[in-house]
């Protein structure tokens, strides 16, 4: 499966399974480096555990480039849950890349009838 969302109905309720990084920023540019900027990060979550900082800019997740918050949400629309990519990022002037999985979050919602 290509994205990492799927929707499961069971027992009358719709449940979306979606993959996330833990990390919230801003896009920046800093000379030729374009990236978001890594304001907060979820202790534990995916990102923490690859060794990402708050502070790190993360520049690629997979082959997607990251230049934004916008482009990161795009980008965890093609991984998929708990199968390991690539992060890309910079920090201290230094370029590093580690391996990573998805996290699992999801929401529930009352399925329409």
């Known amino acids: 499966m290509s994205r990492f969302w799927r929707h499961f109905v069971t027992n009358g309720r719709a449940r979306l399974v979606e993959g ?7 896009g920046v540019k800093v000379g030729a480096i374009r ?3 890594i304001r907060w990060i979820r202790r534990g979550g995916p ?13 690629r997740l997979g ?5 934004s918050l ?7 629309l093609d991984l998929p849950v708990d199968m390991p990519c690539v ?3 910079q920090r201290n002037g230094r370029v ?18």
Do not use: K, M, Y
């Open 20 to 26: 996330h990084l833990g990390v919230f920023g801003h």
């Open 35 to 37: 990236g978001l900027r």
């Open 47 to 59: 990102a923490a555990t690859a060794g990402l900082r708050r502070g790190d800019f993360l520049l």
């Open 63 to 67: 082959e997607s480039p990251i230049p």
């Open 70 to 76: 916008r482009a990161l949400e795009r980008a965890l």
């Open 87 to 89: 992060a890309r990022f």
């Open 96 to 113: 590093f890349e580690r391996l990573l999985s998805l996290a699992e979050h999801s929401n529930s919602a009352r399925r329409s009838s």
